[in-house]
């Protein structure tokens, strides 16, 4: 990185460049399908140890960056008054089925704050998941807000707006204290100055802001080694961490890439998805932190990259492939569950 764990970097745009072809789709014995993308594999002093494209481009993490927005919550004690249990820290850095223990947990955190899910501000959907959509329409139900998949995140930042003796109304507004705190919370962790960064409104209406995604891998990998930060907030990085390995299930639910994988890898991997084909990886016995993101916004090729990094750098090892080797070479089924194809790494590219 250019001196990222030194300066802040400032935000420049420009042409991003061709990325290579790092995930491939078969159909019999052609390639029908490629997947563009580019991985940054950082250190917690901010020297890239490997990637694969452009990895300068300015990217929206979207909410793979859960973990730095909940960084203040654990860090001002707001977690803490308010009684909050670790699987309550962990679904505020989900991304969530909006299955029943979802709803009911972020339910929790609202009892708690003595307020309702009426002072939600990110909206109501059904499951991204067509299973528990499925089941929670038969069953006469409609979803509130507390099914929305960052509910957890909403109602932690509900918590650190009460902490902070802020508004509760309007914390989804860039101006507020609570998104004030947490933008200084991601510039210092990812090195890089966003006064200039291109933002928009996230899916559940709080603010998203676009960095380079080397910065990004080195905010994970100084979450993953927290040790040079300040205690306070070393302290909440690794309290998040262990929440999230206590409660993988809180993070994602039923059939969910970030949970299977934390399920099988432990405290070995913090894993985080985020949309449009973006993935954050911190890994605590390495000190490395891994951004990814997939050109064309496909989770399918976003998780097999994900994998495939993951297998290299050697945190997913042999004994754990019998159930995670499924997203390193994902077979494809057609209607009658025939084996048609593949979707697998391009063989060429994911080397180091």
């Not at 989770?299 to 019998?322: C, N, S, W, Y």
Request: charged content about 25%; some cysteine.
């Amino acid at each position: 990185m250019s001196d990222a764990a030194e300066t802040k970097t400032k935000i420049t745009m420009g042409e991003p460049g061709a990325n290579p072809v790092l995930i491939e789709v078969t159909r019999g014995p052609i390639v029908e399908s490629r997947h563009r993308g580019a991985v940054a594999v950082v250190d917690s002093r901010g020297q890239v140890q490997a990637s694969w494209g452009d990895i300068k481009q300015v990217v929206y993490p979207r909410s793979a960056i859960k973990a730095f927005q909940a960084l203040p919550l654990v860090e001002t004690g707001a977690a803490d008054e308010f009684g909050f249990t670790p699987a309550e820290i962990a679904l505020a850095c989900a991304s969530h089925n909006g299955e029943a223990v979802h709803a009911e947990l972020a339910g929790g955190m609202l009892d708690k704050l003595g307020l309702s899910e009426a002072d939600l501000e990110c909206g109501a959907h059904w499951s991204l998941n067509a299973e528990v959509a499925r089941e929670m329409a038969a069953s006469g139900g409609v979803p509130d807000q507390r099914h929305n998949n960052c509910s957890g995140k909403h109602a932690g930042m509900l918590a650190l707006a009460k902490k902070l003796g802020a508004p509760v109304k309007g914390y989804v507004d860039v101006t507020h204290p609570v998104q004030q705190r947490i933008l200084g919370t991601m510039e210092a962790m990812c090195g890089v100055e966003l006064r200039d960064a291109p933002r928009e409104k996230d899916g559940c209406s709080v603010p998203t802001w676009a960095m380079p995604l080397e910065n990004i891998a080195y905010g994970f990998a100084r979450f993953a080694a927290p040790g040079d930060l300040a205690e306070a907030r070393a302290d909440a990085c690794r309290r998040i961490a262990e929440a999230v390995a206590e409660n993988p299930y809180m993070v994602a639910g039923r059939d969910r890439y970030c949970t299977e994988v934390m399920e099988v890898l432990g405290r070995r991997a913090f894993v985080k998805t985020g949309a449009e084909g973006v993935f954050c990886v911190a890994l605590p016995d390495y000190g490395l932190g891994v951004a990814v993101k997939c050109d064309d916004g496909a989770t399918r090729a976003a998780e097999a990259m994900t994998t495939a990094v993951l297998r290299q750098i050697g945190v997913i090892e042999d004994a754990d492939l019998k159930r995670l080797e499924k997203y390193l070479e994902v077979p494809l089924l057609n209607r009658r569950a025939f084996k048609i194809g593949v979707i697998r790494p391009a063989s060429s590219e994911f080397s180091f």
